[in-house]
Protein backbone atom coordinates (compact mmCIF):
# COMPACT_ATOMS: atom_id res chain seq x y z
CA UNK A 1 0.00 0.00 0.00
CA UNK A 2 1.42 3.51 -0.82
CA UNK A 3 2.41 5.69 1.75
CA UNK A 4 0.12 8.72 2.48
CA UNK A 5 3.26 11.00 1.07
CA UNK A 6 4.24 9.55 -2.30
CA UNK A 7 0.41 9.74 -2.94
CA UNK A 8 0.54 13.01 -1.99
CA UNK A 9 4.04 13.84 -3.76
CA UNK A 10 2.18 12.43 -7.23
CA UNK A 11 -0.28 14.96 -6.52
CA UNK A 12 1.92 17.62 -6.57
CA UNK A 13 4.29 16.38 -9.03
CA UNK A 14 2.80 14.49 -11.58
CA UNK A 15 3.73 12.27 -14.40
CA UNK A 16 3.83 14.17 -17.31
CA UNK A 17 1.91 12.11 -20.21
CA UNK A 18 3.16 10.79 -23.83
CA UNK A 19 0.43 13.15 -25.46
CA UNK A 20 1.67 16.16 -23.09
CA UNK A 21 4.97 15.21 -24.15
CA UNK A 22 4.03 15.05 -27.96
CA UNK A 23 1.87 18.45 -27.76
CA UNK A 24 5.24 19.98 -25.91
CA UNK A 25 7.63 18.83 -29.10
CA UNK A 26 5.16 19.71 -32.07
CA UNK A 27 5.00 23.16 -30.27
CA UNK A 28 8.31 24.14 -29.70
CA UNK A 29 10.49 22.25 -31.73
CA UNK A 30 10.71 21.77 -35.71
CA UNK A 31 11.08 18.24 -36.66
CA UNK A 32 8.80 15.14 -36.67
CA UNK A 33 7.19 13.90 -33.89
CA UNK A 34 5.75 10.63 -33.44
CA UNK A 35 4.01 8.26 -30.53
CA UNK A 36 4.79 5.07 -30.95
CA UNK A 37 4.38 1.85 -29.06
CA UNK A 38 0.82 2.05 -28.10
CA UNK A 39 1.01 5.23 -26.55
CA UNK A 40 3.66 4.83 -24.18
CA UNK A 41 6.55 5.99 -26.50
CA UNK A 42 7.20 9.67 -27.87
CA UNK A 43 9.61 10.32 -30.61
CA UNK A 44 11.09 13.62 -31.89
CA UNK A 45 13.55 13.95 -34.75
CA UNK A 46 15.02 17.06 -35.58
CA UNK A 47 18.22 19.03 -35.94
CA UNK A 48 19.82 21.12 -33.91
CA UNK A 49 22.89 23.07 -34.57
CA UNK A 50 24.86 24.64 -31.04
CA UNK A 51 25.98 27.93 -32.49
CA UNK A 52 25.26 30.18 -35.85
CA UNK A 53 28.99 28.49 -37.23
CA UNK A 54 28.02 24.73 -36.19
CA UNK A 55 27.32 21.83 -38.36
CA UNK A 56 23.28 20.34 -38.30
CA UNK A 57 23.58 17.64 -36.45
CA UNK A 58 20.33 15.00 -36.60
CA UNK A 59 19.08 14.15 -33.16
CA UNK A 60 16.57 11.22 -32.38
CA UNK A 61 15.14 11.35 -28.73
CA UNK A 62 12.81 9.12 -27.05
CA UNK A 63 10.98 8.69 -24.31
CA UNK A 64 9.02 5.56 -22.77
CA UNK A 65 6.85 5.79 -20.07
CA UNK A 66 8.19 4.19 -16.92
CA UNK A 67 12.22 4.59 -18.42
CA UNK A 68 14.74 7.35 -19.09
CA UNK A 69 14.63 9.52 -22.21
CA UNK A 70 17.61 8.86 -24.44
CA UNK A 71 19.32 11.01 -26.92
CA UNK A 72 21.13 9.94 -30.36
CA UNK A 73 23.40 11.52 -32.51
CA UNK A 74 22.30 9.91 -36.02
CA UNK A 75 24.21 11.94 -38.28
CA UNK A 76 27.03 13.10 -39.11
CA UNK A 77 28.64 10.13 -37.28
CA UNK A 78 30.35 11.63 -33.85
CA UNK A 79 33.01 8.41 -33.83
CA UNK A 80 34.34 9.64 -37.36
CA UNK A 81 34.40 13.76 -36.45
CA UNK A 82 36.55 12.49 -32.95
CA UNK A 83 39.07 10.00 -35.31
CA UNK A 84 38.91 7.39 -33.50
CA UNK A 85 39.31 9.02 -29.58
CA UNK A 86 36.90 8.14 -27.55
CA UNK A 87 33.82 10.61 -26.81
CA UNK A 88 33.48 12.03 -23.47
CA UNK A 89 29.95 11.87 -22.09
CA UNK A 90 28.29 9.01 -23.64
CA UNK A 91 26.89 6.26 -23.45
CA UNK A 92 27.18 2.87 -24.78
CA UNK A 93 23.67 2.53 -27.82
CA UNK A 94 21.61 -0.38 -26.45
CA UNK A 95 18.79 0.79 -28.69
CA UNK A 96 18.00 0.00 -32.45
CA UNK A 97 18.86 4.04 -33.16
CA UNK A 98 22.22 3.85 -34.95
CA UNK A 99 24.05 6.44 -33.58
CA UNK A 100 25.78 7.94 -30.76
CA UNK A 101 23.87 8.06 -27.21
CA UNK A 102 24.89 11.35 -25.47
CA UNK A 103 24.81 11.32 -21.40
CA UNK A 104 22.71 14.68 -21.03
CA UNK A 105 22.09 14.48 -17.21
CA UNK A 106 23.22 12.98 -14.03
CA UNK A 107 20.71 9.55 -14.15
CA UNK A 108 20.12 7.86 -10.95
CA UNK A 109 23.39 6.05 -10.20
CA UNK A 110 23.74 3.58 -7.70
CA UNK A 111 27.15 3.93 -6.63
CA UNK A 112 26.74 7.73 -6.44
CA UNK A 113 23.29 7.58 -4.08
CA UNK A 114 22.00 10.75 -6.42
CA UNK A 115 18.68 11.18 -7.74
CA UNK A 116 18.54 11.75 -11.07
CA UNK A 117 18.50 15.38 -12.77
CA UNK A 118 15.87 14.51 -14.74
CA UNK A 119 12.51 13.12 -13.84
CA UNK A 120 8.99 12.46 -15.57
CA UNK A 121 7.24 15.17 -14.10
CA UNK A 122 9.76 17.34 -16.72
CA UNK A 123 9.00 18.29 -20.26
CA UNK A 124 11.33 16.36 -22.57
CA UNK A 125 11.31 18.89 -24.81
CA UNK A 126 11.75 21.67 -22.08
CA UNK A 127 14.84 19.87 -20.86
CA UNK A 128 16.72 16.99 -23.65
CA UNK A 129 16.69 19.59 -26.51
CA UNK A 130 19.07 22.38 -25.24
CA UNK A 131 20.60 20.10 -23.10
CA UNK A 132 21.53 18.10 -26.30
CA UNK A 133 22.44 21.33 -27.56
CA UNK A 134 24.39 22.55 -25.21
CA UNK A 135 26.32 19.06 -25.34
CA UNK A 136 27.14 19.45 -29.16
CA UNK A 137 28.20 22.82 -27.98
CA UNK A 138 30.72 21.25 -25.78
CA UNK A 139 31.77 18.71 -28.41
CA UNK A 140 32.76 20.70 -30.51
CA UNK A 141 35.16 22.81 -28.53
CA UNK A 142 36.44 19.20 -27.71
CA UNK A 143 37.47 18.47 -31.08
CA UNK A 144 39.44 21.60 -31.64
CA UNK A 145 41.23 21.70 -27.73
CA UNK A 146 40.42 17.67 -26.87
CA UNK A 147 39.31 19.17 -23.34
CA UNK A 148 35.68 18.66 -22.07
CA UNK A 149 34.32 22.21 -20.98
CA UNK A 150 30.84 20.76 -20.45
CA UNK A 151 31.13 19.50 -16.86
CA UNK A 152 29.23 16.36 -15.57
CA UNK A 153 30.55 13.41 -13.79
CA UNK A 154 33.31 11.52 -15.64
CA UNK A 155 32.33 7.75 -16.46
CA UNK A 156 33.62 5.25 -19.34
CA UNK A 157 29.84 4.82 -20.68
CA UNK A 158 29.48 1.76 -18.00
CA UNK A 159 27.64 3.30 -15.03
CA UNK A 160 25.02 1.81 -13.65
CA UNK A 161 21.68 3.72 -14.30
CA UNK A 162 18.83 2.92 -11.75
CA UNK A 163 15.94 3.31 -13.93
Request: with cysteine.
Amino acid sequence: MATKSSILSQLENPVISIADQYIAFKSCCKGDVAILDNDKTVQWTGYLQPTPLSRLYKVIIKYTLNKLPVCIVTEPDLKVLASGEAIPHTYQNNTSIKGTQLCLYLPKVKKLNKVSEWQPTMFVADTFIPWASAWLFYFECWLSTENWHGGGVEHDGSLEVLE
